[in-house]
């Protein structure tokens, strides 16, 4: 029988299949299942999850902002980086000390957080529920269509079910690494907004005098919200530390 065209590529390679399996429970075990509502319980915990995450980022907002409140760093660190920050073409050596400056402002950022009780069980039993208590989130219970007795009753329901969040835990100890990582508060406070902090300083020393009569108005129309400081406070380097 002569060859066909198509002979040679026949049975060349191995071919990949996925078997798919699914396991069904009968008899005993599906009565047991019924009667016991699991799955429906399970779904249950599934959506209460979701909106617990919710919860628990307001709790790391509020966390956040209370403890960059009362953060200090150093402003030797804060001069040296600007000199070698406005350094236009840095020599090897310079950039190298540049990254260094950075990485130990990165590590004052991250001792001001205490995360000791952010992780662990106390958060879901003691923690959560006291912020809920204590904290105004009327926008927050608006936005979610949440309640405070609701979110209360939302925590109480994984009290006991705290390694649900393991991996959710995991993914938001990020943000406090002091780490070169652009998922880090640290990062975003030393690479990517001091930068910006240092060029305003110097744009508005530049136009200073010629805006100082707008400068008198502004002064005027925010003295409410400025607590005793000037708008010059907001273009120095020592005022960096307060606005963190």
């Given at each position: ?19 798919r399996f699914e396991l069904k ?41 209370k403890s960059l409140s009362k ?174």
């Amino acid at each position: 029988m002569s060859e066909k065209i198509f002979d040679n590529f026949i049975g060349r390679y191995s071919l990949a299949k996925t078997l798919r399996f699914e396991l069904k429970p009968v008899g005993e075990t599906l009565e047991n299942i019924e009667k016991s509502d699991i799955l429906a319980k399970d779904k249950h915990r599934a959506e209460s999850y979701k909106k617990v995450k919710k919860i628990i980022d307001e709790y790391h907002k509020d966390f956040i902002e209370k403890s960059l409140s009362k953060c200090l760093i150093s402003k030797d660190d804060l001069m040296e980086y600007k000199q070698l920050f406005c350094i236009k073409n840095k020599a090897e050596d310079q950039k190298k000390t540049l990254e260094k400056i950075q990485t130990n402002l990165r590590k004052q950022i991250v001792k001001c957080f205490d995360t000791k009780r952010l992780f662990g069980q106390e958060l879901l039993s003691e923690d959560l529920p006291r912020f809920i208590a204590e904290t105004d989130l009327a926008e927050f219970y608006a936005k979610e269509n949440l309640s405070q007795s609701k979110a209360m009753e939302l925590i109480g329901e994984f009290k006991k079910f705290t390694t649900y969040f393991r991996g959710f835990n995991e993914n938001r100890k990020n943000m406090y690494s002091a780490e070169d990582k652009s998922t880090a508060i640290s990062y975003r406070l030393i690479n990517d907004n001091l930068p910006k902090y240092i060029v305003n300083i110097a744009v508005f020393e530049k136009n200073k005098t010629a805006l100082a009569d707008k400068i008198k108005i502004l002064q005027s129309d925010l003295r409410a919200k400025l607590n005793g400081a000037n708008i010059a406070d907001f273009f120095t380097l020592e005022y960096y530390g307060k606005i963190l």
